[in-house]
């Protein structure tokens, strides 16, 4: 039998394992309070993407995000480009995240961009890439006021 000044059970042991899960409990409720974004919501918005520094049409789209009440992003991508675009006549997959100061982080299933940036005052996405060339792209999302549809009139016999 070992003696009790031995044990890796000591008090002082102990304590110092309890500090450091409540530290560690501490620290991760932190941060996932940080990253919620309240109630779920869904945004329609129209979009720009370019090339930085270019003086070239962007390709436009609209798109829609699904906001979760952790900060979890689902949605879609379509293009409205009057010019060649690679992504015309598909629905794009968009998947991120909106964390905490309101970073964003953007990700669409075709192109393979991921893109990081802000949502600024009046709900605009501001971000960029880089794509598999080594160049900047700059994408801008601009939040659409969606009219509320009219309740369809009831019929009364």
């Known amino acids: 039998m070992q003696h009790p000044s031995r044990?890796?059970?000591t008090v002082s042991n102990?304590?110092?394992l309890t500090g450091a899960f409540a530290f560690a409990v501490a620290t991760t409720a932190g941060a996932a309070l940080a990253v919620t974004v309240g109630t779920p919501h869904t945004t329609h918005y129209t979009t720009e993407m370019g090339p930085r520094d270019s003086f070239s049409v962007p390709y436009t789209?609209?798109?829609?995000?699904k906001y979760s009440s952790d900060g979890i992003i689902n949605g879609t991508y379509r293009s409205t480009s009057v010019r060649p675009d690679p992504m015309s006549g598909r629905?794009?997959?968009v998947t991120g995240a909106l964390m905490?100061?309101?970073r964003i982080r953007l990700s669409f299933a075709y192109g393979n961009y991921s893109f990081r940036g802000t949502v600024e005052k009046?709900?605009?996405i501001v971000?960029?890439?880089t794509?598999?060339?080594?160049k900047v792209v700059v994408f801008k999302a601009q939040p659409v006021a969606q009219k509320h549809a009219t309740p369809a009139p009831t019929h009364e016999p």
């Open 7 to 9: 044990s890796r059970y």
């Open 131 to 134: 794509d598999n060339r080594g």
């Open 91 to 93: 629905i794009v997959t």
């Open 14 to 16: 102990i304590l110092r």
């Open 127 to 129: 971000a960029s890439a």
């Open 61 to 65: 789209g609209t798109m829609e995000l």
């Open 100 to 102: 905490d100061n309101n």
């Open 122 to 124: 009046g709900g605009e």
